[in-house]
């Protein structure tokens, strides 16, 4: 018996059990299991017959509901790395056009990556058939990281300006190097004595995306993690000295 010839009201109730389902989708509303969309977008058009009718009924667009339903034609592996959020709903979209072989590979490669950098390694990897996943992911993120810039700005104290100014005419380098030989070895910060903001200089860095990103992992403000660390690498400079 096809589906179609079910009770009425058995198909009914599923029918608006994954309609409502699907609505939250288009509201963005967010899920445990991303993949249950792409289910309930594929028993959808199994109910209706096509795309084209499950959007005329529900308001969501029909290359949506297609591609969506796409999705559980990928990999069991690949599935599981979307159900986990290790790659985004909408990148997964673009593995679909791939081999069997190759979207196994490009999860593997793009697995906890930020959108743009999925988007770009994927791209790369259409663009440079011959290329494996992985050498793709190396080749895009090091073009990142040499293109790339994030900017900071920090107020440091008048008279850590001054110290590191006589040191060091490039201040700002010698910010940064500071920075990155803290994250390469991270030490306890101690909080030093605030500085009224008259007696702050203020400072734009321009810092890698490495750097950046390291940072953004420990905390969501750079800025005051880095005046930290200038602040207790001078300190502790200065009992060295002594």
């Known amino acids: 018996m096809s589906m179609r010839q079910k009770d009425n009201e058995e198909i009914t109730a599923e029918e608006r ?3 409502a389902f699907i609505a939250d989708f288009r509201k963005s509303k967010k899920l445990g299991d991303p993949m249950q969309y792409a289910k309930a977008s594929k028993k959808l058009i199994e109910f209706y017959g096509s795309p084209k009718a499950v959007s005329e009924k ?3 667009g029909k290359e949506t509901v297609r591609i969506l339903s796409k999705l559980t034609t990928l990999p069991e592996e690949v599935q599981q790395r979307v159900s986990k959020r290790e790659i985004p709903l909408t990148i997964a979209f673009d593995l679909v056009p791939l081999t069997t072989e190759r979207q196994i590979e ?3 490669a793009i697995k906890n990556l930020s959108f743009k950098e999925a988007r ?3 791209r790369y990897i259409v663009e440079n058939p011959g290329k494996s996943a992985e050498d793709a992911r190396v080749a895009v993120m090091n073009a990142l990281e040499n293109r790339e810039i994030s900017v900071a700005m920090v107020a ?3 008279r850590d300006y001054d110290i590191m100014n006589q040191e060091d005419d490039d201040v700002t380098s010698s910010i940064i190097r500071m920075v990155e030989e803290w994250l390469a070895n991270p030490q306890s910060l101690k909080n030093h004595d605030l500085v009224s903001e008259e007696n702050k200089v203020s400072i734009t860095l321009k810092l890698s995306r490495k750097t950046y ?3 953004r992992k ?3 403000n750079p800025a005051d993690l880095i005046e930290k ?3 207790s690498n001078l300190r502790r400079e200065e009992k060295l000295i002594r």
Do not use: E, N, Y
């Open 106 to 108: 490009t999860s593997r």
């Open 58 to 60: 529900l308001g969501v």
């Open 17 to 19: 059990s994954l309609g």
């Open 120 to 122: 770009q390694i994927i």
């Open 213 to 215: 990103h390291s940072l």
């Open 229 to 231: 660390v200038v602040a």
């Open 156 to 158: 440091i104290s008048q």
């Open 218 to 220: 420990i905390t969501r």
